[in-house]
Structure formats: structure tokens, C-alpha cells
């Protein structure tokens, strides 16, 4: 588990606990698990002191810094529906989906140890997205921009799908196209369909 507090962290300390948690995932996916703390603690600008006060272990900070990861993604869902027009705000929040996809993927070794040791890490975290993306194509149906029969669990399987085969940082332009490509069958009325079967 996290380590939990008694109250809301003051501003320094919590810029201090997101520059931890944003230094854990680089230096998680360049070295592997046996990334050195004091490295990402220098990474990060802080003291090993601080580091461990937030993050007594490697398992906890590396939970910690993944679930950081999906709260960063989910989140933003509202906020880009704030200050954004539906299918672009669904577009902008795909792209950050990839970056939690390419964050993830390089912690992969990280995350295989963490749930070998009997913490789940991905616990919630099929929900919560899930959520997400149904607040976003729910707008985007309701402004008529975004068809109204996909679901969130197609959208998932979709952005899966992209993740898998275009998730590494080198495949960026890749992936951009396969998400411009998959929102522009999103969109409202070009769903066609199919000839029957026997027709010329």
C-alpha cells in the first residue's frame, strides 16, 4: 500500500512528492528494478531524506509512482472536457493514454516484481479508465460529433491495441496516426452498412 497521510501535504511537499513520483518513472524505465533511490531522488532535485519519508521502500514508491501514472490519465478526462470540445478533448486525452501506455511499459520489470510480491498495482485501474472514456464519448455522442455505438470498452480494446503494437517512445509518429486514424472512424455518421450477403 502507499503510504498514507494524516491530511492534505503542503504545496511544497507535495510538488516535492510529484517530482519523486515523475523521476521514479524515467529512471524506472532506463534502469530496470535495480534502479538506484538515490539516483532517482537526485532526479528528482530532493534529499534521500525526503525520498524516504514519502517512499520508506522501493515497492512502495514503485506503486506509488505507477498509480500516480493512472490518477494522471483518469483525471484529466473532466479537465480536457473543460476546456475543450468533445472529440478533441477525447483526442488529447488518447494521446495521453499513451503516454501511461509507453510509462508503463517501460516499468514493466518494475511492475512484474512489485506484483510477484503479492501487491496488485492494476487494482481499480480497468475501472477507472473505463470511466474516463465513457465521460468522454458520452460528450462527444451528445454534442454529435462522436458515434453513439461504441463503447468504452471498445475504446479501450482499441487504444490496447495501439499501445501494444506503437507503445515504445521511438514509435511516437506511429502511434499518432494509428489515434488520428481510429478517431476519424469515431466519427458521428460514418458508420456505413455492410452490403448483404449475395449482392452484387
Same mark, same amino acid.
Given at each position: 500500500?502507499?503510504? /498514507?497521510?494524516?491530511? &492534505?501535504?503542503? +504545496?511544497?511537499? /507535495?510538488?516535492?512528492? #510529484?517530482?519523486? !513520483? ?18 532517482? +531522488? ?9 525520498? @524516504? ?12 509512482? @505507477? ?9 484529466? $478526462? &473532466? ?6 470540445? &468533445?472529440?478533441?478533448? *477525447?483526442? $488529447? ?8 501506455? %509507453?510509462?508503463? !511499459?517501460?516499468?514493466?520489470?518494475? *511492475? ?8 496488485? &498495482?492494476?487494482? /481499480? ?8 472514456? =465513457? ?7 451528445? +454534442? ?6 461504441? %463503447? ?18 521511438? /514509435? ?7 489515434? =488520428?486514424?481510429? !478517431? #476519424? ?7 456505413? $452498412? ?7
Amino acid at each position: 500500500m502507499a503510504r /498514507q497521510t494524516g491530511g &492534505p501535504l503542503r +504545496a511544497d511537499a /507535495q510538488r516535492n512528492r #510529484d517530482k519523486i !513520483l515523475s523521476a521514479a518513472v524515467r529512471v524506472f524505465a532506463e534502469e530496470g528494478l535495480d534502479a538506484h533511490l538515490e539516483r532517482i +531522488a537526485k532526479e528528482a532535485g530532493v534529499g534521500s531524506a525526503t525520498l @524516504y519519508r514519502n517512499f520508506p521502500t522501493r515497492e512502495i514508491l514503485i506503486e506509488a509512482a @505507477y498509480r500516480n501514472e493512472l490518477a494522471k490519465l483518469c483525471d484529466s $478526462a &473532466p479537465e480536457l472536457l473543460a476546456t475543450m470540445e &468533445p472529440r478533441d478533448a *477525447l483526442r $488529447a486525452w488518447m494521446g495521453r493514454f499513451i503516454d501511461y501506455a %509507453t510509462a508503463k !511499459l517501460g516499468m514493466a520489470e518494475a *511492475l512484474r516484481a512489485l506484483v510477484a510480491s503479492g501487491v496488485n &498495482p492494476y487494482a /481499480q485501474s480497468h475501472e477507472m479508465m473505463l470511466s474516463a472514456l =465513457d465521460s468522454l464519448l458520452s460528450a462527444g455522442a451528445g +454534442a454529435g460529433t462522436v458515434r453513439s455505438d461504441i %463503447t468504452a470498452a471498445d475504446m479501450f480494446a482499441a487504444l490496447t491495441g495501439i499501445a501494444l503494437a506503437s507503445g515504445k517512445p521511438d /514509435q511516437r509518429e506511429q502511434a499518432e496516426r494509428l489515434l =488520428d486514424l481510429t !478517431l #476519424d472512424g469515431l466519427s458521428a455518421g460514418r458508420r456505413q $452498412a455492410l452490403p448483404a450477403a449475395g449482392c452484387e
